[in-house]
């Protein structure tokens, strides 16, 4: 029994070593291949921690606590990436998820803001006025549903408070919606929405409502609720849900189009909707937006094949647009996005299909790593290879400094098929 016993720590701690975590002072084994998943995954899932611990960087003498790089080729923090790789961290080592979201507060601005990225090259991040996809409260709160660390949910709070407040001042409307800053600010750069192709043109966004950005701030809020109320802060948390509610029925009453039956974006200068179907439409139903009438015809869009339920699914444009192209944000998936989309199908209580989605979405990100032997930055919604994507063709500079394909090795946020296994087993 003794021998065992220590077969199974070397076993164990073998396993460990193979994901490079020992010498970087993670705790715990990384999550196991659920049983209800196909065997021929095991690579595929082993390989995705293992390049999950490569793009973590341990404290030095210049930059205090842990803090994730999506890729090697990305030398800095980002925002909403943290948000989402702290997601895949949550399943396997709760104290690196909180120490990737403590990084990130600790150059928090005085007037609230938190920046879009803290580089490496700098012991500061550069002087910008853009923040990225506020997610972070959100973030924080599903970390704390598995720590229960309390005290940390305590040290949180009021850094997550001060980015609600600026948020609230430097980002919304008259009207009560929010905007985004620039194209690079939502994260989607080059999404056809408010950009083109090479990224040549960009529209100003400070003339749009963005339903991405207006629904990321009611998730924010409903986060902000909750632990509000678990801290026993019970008008905060009672004005968070009176803020949460009146953007609700905002974004219900000014951004959702009965003629397409869809969310859009509101251009005020045509005071019209931006009718272009992408991924960007389907963030109300993360944040619990839409009534169950609404919900059900955005997952009958979402179950698709002509539109979101292709091979990979989640394009970020839908498939049968005309506009749809293999470009960055303009069709390929990306599996932030559709990590969302399938957290949104199943808050509405379509357990099947969210479990569907989810596999399919894993198998289709396994599958590319067996064809092209790594994990991508995005994915072809028709094909489990990158032959056909592109990265802002025409974009001269784009192609110099990171290449014409999506970026290998980039366990920032397609790290979370291996979170939806553990999520959706």
Known sequence: MRWLLVLTLLTGMAHAKSVGCLHKGVENLPPTLPSSAPQEWQSAFDDTHRLLCKNLRTPDAFFRGYRARPATVFRAAYLWDTAFITQIWRHWDTRIAQELLDY????????????????????????????????LSWAAWRIFEKSQDRTWLESAYPKLKKYQDWLRLERRHPDGLYFWHDPYESGIDNSPRFANRDESFFDDTRQMAAVDMSSYIVLSLEAMENIAEELGFDDDARAFHHERETLKATINARLWDAVTGSYHDWDYRKEDF?????????????AGIPNQAQAALIVSRIMDPAKYNTLIPFPSVARDEAIFVKDMWRGPVWINMAYLGILGVDRYGYKTEAR??????????YATWETEGSIFEFYDPDRTDIHELHRKKGNWWKKLTLGSKPVKGFVGWSGLVNALLQEFP
């Open 104 to 135: 990130i507060f600790r150059y928090q601005k005085k007037n609230g803001l938190i920046h879009h990225a803290i580089a490496e090259i700098l012991v500061k991040p550069w002087p910008q006025r853009a923040t990225q996809p506020p997610l």
């Open 274 to 286: 931006i009718r272009i179907h992408t991924v960007s439409d389907l963030t109300p139903l993360v």
């Open 356 to 365: 569907e989605l989810a596999h399919r979405l894993a198998g289709g990100v």
